[in-house]
């Protein structure tokens, strides 16, 4: 595995590949790897015969209260991994790389709309600092593919509307989420719950699954249950932050009539605020 931290290294190497006839398949992470993240670039090897993640601890995308600084960042053990998993090349940029003057002077991209639901109603500026870097990225690598985790499915869901409404040439791929044996959603956060809170923690995958079974079943009160959902996982010690059904789509409240339906859920427990969303339909 070749490492790179300049992007005219990182495209010499990209363009002797794709001059040779070779596509590129590309996995944006922030580092701190799990069997997720692994997952996500075995998948991108399936997919074209060179793989280049990125590790990069994007300061955009965190809000004023979110400790920038504290990110955990394990570049030696993560570089491990993705040499064991076969990782062609690995682009780890230092932030002024990545934005050579302060962030308040730097072009942003944002989408309209999709960020304001969700995660978006409580981390109003997460967003476009994602679908900045990740267009910035898009823009050093020049892949053929990017494949992201369901895991957060606003996330993919934005990106793919970038990538339409900007005209970029890549086909953005999405990959179940990985998850313990328990239901928990693989992620870098879990590493802060204790061992209580990780016994209390796949309450939240439960409670997706038994919602999604209600609605399978014709309930369409869908105020009920989301409510019904928070108080039980209040009950069981988290801080519900949102729980909520969507269209998978668009991110929209569904319809009576909608088939296509995704739940989705975000609380706090202890440190941790864990994610996750299920599938209707």
Same mark, same amino acid.
């Given at each position: ?19 040779? #006839? %070779? ?7 922030? #580092?701190?790897?799990?069997? /997720? ?8 090897? %399936?997919?074209? !015969? ?6 990069? $601890?994007? !300061?955009?995308?965190? /809000?004023? =209260?979110? @400790? ?10 993560? =570089? ?12 780890? *940029? ?5 934005? *050579?003057? *302060? ?11 999709? !960020? +304001?639901?969700?995660? /978006?109603? =409580? ?6 600092? $994602?679908?900045?870097?990740? =267009? ?6 020049? !892949?053929?593919?990017?494949?992201? /985790?369901?895991? @957060? ?48 923690? *796949? +309450? ?15 309930? &369409? ?19 519900? @932050?949102?729980?909520?059904?969507? &269209?998978?789509? @668009? ?5 009576? %009539?909608?088939? %296509? ?9 202890? &440190? ?7 599938? $209707? #339909?």
């Amino acid at each position: 595995m070749q490492t790179v931290h300049t992007i005219a290294e990182l495209r010499a190497q990209v363009m002797a590949w794709k001059r040779a #006839g %070779e596509q590129v398949a590309f996995v944006p992470t922030m #580092g701190n790897l799990h069997r /997720g993240h692994i997952h996500l670039v075995e998948c991108a090897r %399936e997919l074209a !015969p060179r793989t280049v993640a990125s590790i990069f $601890v994007n !300061p955009m995308q965190f /809000g004023p =209260s979110e @400790d920038f600084a504290a990110y955990p960042r394990t570049l030696d053990a993560d =570089s491990r991994q993705l040499e064991t998993a076969g990782l062609d090349l690995l682009f780890a *940029p230092g932030v002024t790389e990545v934005y *050579p003057r *302060p962030l308040e002077q730097m072009t942003q991209v944002t989408v309209p709309e999709l !960020p +304001t639901v969700l995660c /978006g109603a =409580s981390r109003p500026t997460h967003f476009s600092g $994602v679908t900045t870097v990740v =267009s910035k990225l898009f823009n050093m690598v020049q !892949p053929d593919i990017a494949v992201f /985790g369901e895991k @957060d499915w606003q996330q993919l869901v934005i990106i793919r509307r970038m990538a339409t409404d900007l005209d970029m040439p890549v086909a953005i791929v999405g990959v179940p989420t990985v998850r313990e044996p328990d239901g928990l959603a693989l992620s870098s956060r879990n590493g802060y719950l204790s061992a209580e809170e990780r016994a209390i923690a *796949p +309450t939240l995958y439960a409670t997706l699954r038994a919602t999604a079974e209600r609605l399978r079943a014709g309930e &369409r009160d869908f105020a009920a249950l989301e409510a019904e959902a928070k108080a039980q996982l209040a009950s069981a010690g988290f801080r519900p @932050d949102y729980f909520e059904i969507r &269209r998978p789509a @668009d991110l929209q409240r569904p319809n009576l %009539e909608d088939a %296509e339906l995704r739940i989705f859920a975000a609380a706090w427990l202890g &440190r941790a605020r864990l994610i996750d969303n299920w599938p $209707v #339909g």
